[in-house]
C-alpha cells in the first residue's frame, strides 16, 4: 500500500519496528493522528496482507488499517528518514533491533526522536537484568542517552486498534521529548501523559505481567472450586502484587511514588490481570487448565522453546529477571518468588500458590502500627 503523502493533514514520518498487535495498533493511532508510518514486520507475509489488504490478518484481524500505513520487513527502510522511530516488538528482540537501527545515517546523526513500546528487562552479558531503555543507551549513539522516552499504560492492542479510549503514560529524562512522544500520540481515543520517572514506569510495565501470570493461575483454581480462593483473594493479589511492584521499582531507582498509583502501575496491573486479552493471565490459567508446563524441564527450557506455546507471554522472561533482582537485593516479594518457583517447577502450583498467599499475609500484619499507637498513648 502506496503511502500518499499530500493527504490532507499530513504531519510527518514515523518509523515502527515490530508489526504484531501492539505494533500495528499503535501504527494505526499515528497514522489516524496525521503521520505517514513504515510499519517494520519481521513476516513477509504479513507485510504483504498490510499493504495488499489494509489489514494486519494474522495479529490484528478485523481492524482496516489507514492508507497512511505501509509494511516493509526492511529495518533501514523503516527508520530512514523518520521525524520519529517507535519500537514495539517483544523485549527479547530489542537489543538485536537497537544495534541494526543504529548503524542507520539518520540515527547516528541523532535526528529522530525514540520511543519504546516493549515490557520487561534485558539481560546484560553476564546474564544480569538491565531496565530496557538502559540497555538500549548502552547501543545507540551518545546523543540518545537521558533522551529517549517509554511508553506504557493499560493498553490491550485489540482495543486501541479499534478506537476504543485508552489511557498512556510518555515518560523521559528529557521533559521535551515526552512532550514530543505525547503530541504523536494523542487523539480524541487515546490520552497520553507525560512523565519523568522512567524507572517506575518501566519496572511497572514489566511486573504486571509476572503478577498477571500468579493472578492466572489463582483465577483457574477459583473457577475449580478451590476453598482457598475467591474474588476477595483475587483483589488480595492484586494489592499485594502493586506492592511488590513499587518494592522492586524504588529498590531500582524509581523517582515518583505517584507512579505506581497511576495508569503506567495499578491501571495496566489491572487490566493485565483481569481483562480476557491478556496473554499472562492466560498463560497463568493454562497452567493449571492445560498443563502447559508439562512438556519443559525447568523455566530456562521453557524459555528457550517459548515457541511452543503458541503466544508470547513477556512474563515467563521478566519472572526470571525478577526473581534475581529481588534475590541480589534480599528483597521480600511472594508473589514474584512463587511465579519463578511455579515456572521453574519446584513444586505443586497450588501448593506454592498456598505458600504465596500466607506469605502475604504474614508481609502485611499489621502489628507495627498498633504497637506504635500503645506507645504513644497508653505508655505515659
Known amino acids: 500500500m502506496k503511502v500518499n503523502l499530500s493527504m490532507p493533514g499530513f504531519k510527518g514520518k514515523v518509523g515502527v519496528i515490530g508489526g504484531g498487535a501492539w505494533g500495528t495498533a499503535i501504527a494505526q493511532a499515528v497514522a489516524d493522528n496525521g503521520y505517514s508510518v513504515n510499519l517494520w514486520i519481521y513476516e513477509k507475509e504479513v507485510a504483504e496482507d498490510i499493504n495488499n489488504l489494509g489489514e494486519n490478518t494474522r495479529y490484528l484481524p478485523g481492524v482496516k488499517l489507514s492508507r497512511r500505513i505501509s509494511a516493509t520487513t526492511s529495518v533501514e527502510e523503516a527508520v530512514s528518514k523518520k521525524d520519529y522511530i517507535l519500537m514495539v516488538p517483544p523485549s527479547v528482540f530489542i537489543p538485536s533491533l537497537t544495534q541494526q537501527i543504529a548503524k542507520t545515517a539518520d540515527v547516528q546523526k541523532g535526528k529522530p526522536v525514540i520511543a519504546v513500546f516493549s515490557k520487561g528487562f534485558i539481560p546484560d552479558k553476564f546474564g544480569e537484568p538491565k531496565l530496557i531503555l538502559d540497555a538500549m543507551e548502552e547501543i545507540l549513539p551518545p546523543f540518545y542517552k537521558d533522551n529517549l522516552v517509554y511508553v506504557s499504560g493499560p493498553s490491550h492492542a485489540e482495543e486501541v486498534g479499534r478506537g476504543k479510549l485508552t489511557g498512556l503514560i510518555s515518560a523521559s529524562k528529557n521533559p521535551k521529548n515526552s512532550i514530543r512522544i505525547r503530541n504523536l500520540l494523542t487523539t480524541k481515543r487515546l490520552l497520553v501523559?507525560?512523565?519523568?520517572?522512567?524507572?517506575?514506569?518501566?519496572?511497572?510495565?514489566?511486573?504486571?505481567?509476572?503478577?498477571?501470570?500468579?493472578?492466572?493461575?489463582?483465577?483457574?483454581?477459583?473457577?475449580?472450586?478451590?476453598?482457598?480462593?475467591?474474588?476477595?483473594?483475587?483483589?488480595?493479589?492484586?494489592?499485594?502484587?502493586?506492592?511488590?511492584?513499587?518494592?522492586?521499582?524504588?529498590?531500582?531507582?524509581?523517582?515518583?511514588?505517584?507512579?505506581?498509583?497511576?495508569?503506567?502501575?495499578?491501571?495496566?496491573?489491572?487490566?493485565?490481570?483481569?481483562?480476557?486479552?491478556?496473554?499472562?493471565?492466560?498463560?497463568?490459567?493454562?497452567?493449571?487448565?492445560?498443563n502447559l508446563l508439562t512438556p519443559f524441564r525447568n523455566i530456562d527450557d521453557l524459555i528457550s522453546k517459548i515457541d511452543r506455546i503458541g503466544y508470547l507471554p513477556e512474563g515467563v522472561f521478566a519472572s526470571r529477571q525478577a526473581y534475581r533482582i529481588a534475590k541480589n537485593s534480599n528483597l521480600r516479594v511472594p508473589i514474584i518468588k512463587a511465579v519463578y518457583r511455579i515456572l521453574n517447577k519446584e513444586a505443586n502450583p497450588t501448593h506454592l500458590m498456598e505458600e504465596m498467599l500466607e506469605g502475604i499475609l504474614r508481609k502485611t500484619k499489621p502489628t507495627g502500627l498498633l504497637d506504635n499507637l500503645k506507645e504513644r498513648f497508653f505508655n505515659d
Open 193 to 290: 501523559f507525560s512523565s519523568l520517572d522512567t524507572t517506575g514506569v518501566q519496572v511497572s510495565a514489566a511486573l504486571k505481567n509476572v503478577i498477571a501470570i500468579a493472578f492466572g493461575v489463582l483465577d483457574a483454581l477459583k473457577d475449580a472450586g478451590t476453598s482457598f480462593v475467591g474474588d476477595n483473594t483475587e483483589s488480595l493479589l492484586l494489592a499485594a502484587g502493586l506492592n511488590e511492584i513499587q518494592t522492586l521499582g524504588i529498590a531500582m531507582g524509581a523517582t515518583h511514588p505517584e507512579t505506581f498509583s497511576s495508569i503506567a502501575g495499578v491501571g495496566d496491573l489491572d487490566v493485565t490481570c483481569r481483562s480476557i486479552y491478556g496473554r499472562n493471565r492466560r498463560f497463568g490459567r493454562e497452567i493449571m487448565t492445560k
